[in-house]
């Protein structure tokens, strides 16, 4: 199979030749290729000298002066503080903090990323992803406040960062996290305000996420790695940064997992989750993520909001993620599709079982020719005869025979639909799809060619599909789809998309194998469906439509569809997905 290569893929060996050597058949350590090491200890700290000061040493050569052995364990206070709160003429204080909060910790050393990340870009720019594993390490970790605001207000401040809120969940547990507050009237130094790790929670505005991320670390309530990656992610999304790079939301998400990929500058923000999710992908975050309906067309990725109030963990992919392709798509395998026939109906074949009436009927049916023949015949025959009472007698045997075809005639629209009505065993699947709202009477006639209540309106396939109780086969509260334009908030959507030529549109898809109807919105008419997971006993149905200029297709609107029409539906080779098309104007 021939495909385009992909930005970044799942299996190295599937990269472009100048990344792969061949001689070797290994990849190349490319950026892209690399993990990012852990690192046990930092690089930088700064100890604590005779003079009240502190001296910053690389831990090699500090080792060596000590005469320590090169596995010697060092203790150290992280200073953590918020670059919105101290600029460089205040900055020598975080150095005071380190001095005092060392000493009151019983520790030679503190780190603070003002000095401590490197001497140079280069090193700085190694380091600085790799922050939280130096949180992980230290003794403690102590934060520096400063303003004329009240202390809880500025731990807000400092909290509601990007880059300072996983340092709160990765310190260590040990006592109480001490408050070093700066301003024009009080100097904390020597009384530093101690403050329970789990209080932070308090102080957050998503407590109720950031809370239970607390509870994780600290060892009172354990999280799936995926609950872990999708709450984190939302609350990072909460936090403020300054931009350094686009995909820095994932690369501060990417301290509290496990595989941590090479940071790549040019990555926007979803190709950064895209490559941390694949290096990631025993929780499949990428398939789950492509199943997910926002809310609102215009919500960002990293919301993780769904129409359908669905969790990452309530979906089970049932499609691979593996790769990564321009333009902020993925390259999916493994997906059963199907095509959306638009420009008209055709005729649907359908199965139902021969009974003994359907035998008679057609029995009934055929024989009309035979009586039109059998009473021309008597009526010719009675000419025949000089006798007038002959002939009158035979004349009416032929106008019994001909009245009886004619009998038959006259009923075979009635005839005929008994043998075509009743339950239908199986069906021709096909998906049809109709612009705007169009009634099951109305679809069964240019469908079947008659209305015998084949098609039923699915009950919730879409959000605006409704339902409703009613009595039916012993049950009494047996679950019915309704027609959604009985409801007032549809029919005013309805009539609001037929007057303007802006925004989502209403469509019709008509399922034969299900025989179900479902009303949707979208931007753009869907060309295809396309099964990618499984959630809440549905199949998660994303309908896409095709651009030609990058080969892709885009997601417009996820549907939930019974499992059982995966059976018609065929594996298709590799897809190019794309969660969000691009418009002529460069907006999504």
């Known amino acids: 199979m021939d495909w385009a290569y992909p930005y970044e893929t799942k299996n190295a060996f599937e990269k472009r030749a100048e990344l792969l050597d061949v001689s070797q058949q290994r990849v190349s350590s490319l950026p892209s290729s690399r993990q990012i090491e852990k690192t046990l200890e930092p690089q930088f700290l700064c100890f604590l000298n005779k003079n009240g000061f502190a001296d910053l040493l690389e831990l090699s050569v500090w080792r060596k002066r000590m005469g320590c052995q090169p596995d010697t364990r060092v203790e150290y206070v992280v200073v953590s503080f918020t670059t919105q709160q101290f600029n460089e003429r205040n900055r020598p204080y975080l150095h005071q903090v380190g001095v005092h909060a060392a000493r009151a910790a019983g520790v030679n050393a503190y780190w603070v990323s003002t000095s401590c990340l490197g001497r140079d870009k280069k090193e700085r720019e190694n380091n600085v992803w790799r922050i939280c594993d130096i949180v992980r390490s230290a003794h403690s970790l102590v934060v520096a406040v400063s303003g004329s605001a009240a202390t809880e207000v500025l731990m807000r401040e400092w909290s509601m960062r990007v880059w300072t809120w996983p340092e709160i969940l990765l ?35 998503d407590a109720a996420l950031s809370g239970q991320l607390l509870d994780h670390y600290e060892g009172s309530v354990i999280l799936t790695p ?50 941390l999710s694949l290096a990631n992908d025993s929780n499949m975050l990428l398939e789950r993520l492509i199943c997910l309906l926002p809310r609102s067309p215009n919500e960002p990725w990293h919301s993780l909001s769904d129409k359908w109030d669905a969790s990452l963990w309530d979906i089970y992919p049932t499609t691979q993620v593996c790769g990564m392709g321009e333009h902020d798509t993925v390259i999916i395998d493994g997906v059963r599709g199907a095509a959306i026939r638009w420009n008209s109906f055709t005729p649907v074949f359908t199965l139902i079982r021969e009974t003994m009436l359907r035998h008679i009927i057609r029995w009934i049916l055929r024989t009309v020719p035979f009586l039109v023949l059998a009473g021309l015949l008597w009526v010719i025959t009675a000419g025949a005869f000089q006798s007038r009472l002959l002939a009158a007698g035979l004349v009416k045997i032929g106008a019994v025979f001909m009245g009886l075809a004619l009998t038959v005639m006259l009923s075979s629209p009635i005839l005929i639909r008994a043998i075509y009505r009743g339950k239908v065993w199986d069906v021709q699947p096909w998906f049809f799809g109709v612009e705007g709202h169009m009634s099951l009477p109305d679809l069964e006639l240019h469908i079947f060619g008659s209305y015998e209540g084949k098609l039923k309106w699915s009950a919730f396939g879409s959000p605006l599909s409704r339902h409703a109780a009613e009595k039916n086969k012993g049950f009494e509260h047996f679950c019915e789809g309704q027609d959604p334009s009985q409801y007032d908030e549809v029919k005013k959507r309805i009539d609001a998309v037929q007057s303007s030529d802006h925004g989502d549109r209403v469509f019709t898809l008509v399922d034969t194998h299900t025989m179900t109807v479902t009303l949707f919105s979208a931007t753009r008419p869907p060309v295809a469906v396309l099964l990618c997971g499984r959630e809440g006993g549905m199949q998660r149905a994303l309908l896409c439509s095709y651009d030609w200029r990058t080969s892709s297709l885009y997601r417009e609107t996820v549907l939930r569809m019974e499992t059982r029409v995966s059976d018609k539906m065929q594996y298709m080779p590799r897809v190019r997905l794309g969660l969000r098309r691009k418009q002529k104007d460069g907006s999504f």
């Open 226 to 275: 995926l609950e872990l990656v999708t709450l984190a992610l939302q609350c990072l999304s909460n936090r403020a940064t300054i931009q350094y790079l686009e995909g820095d939301l994932s690369y501060s998400l990417m301290g509290l997992l496990r595989q941590r990929p090479a940071i790549v500058a040019k990555d926007n923000a979803f190709q950064a989750f895209a490559r």
């Open 171 to 205: 310190s260590p547990g040990r006592g109480d996290i001490y408050i070093y507050r700066r301003d024009d009237s009080l100097d904390s130094l020597d009384n530093p305000i101690p403050w329970a790790k789990r209080n932070f929670a308090i102080i957050w505005d």
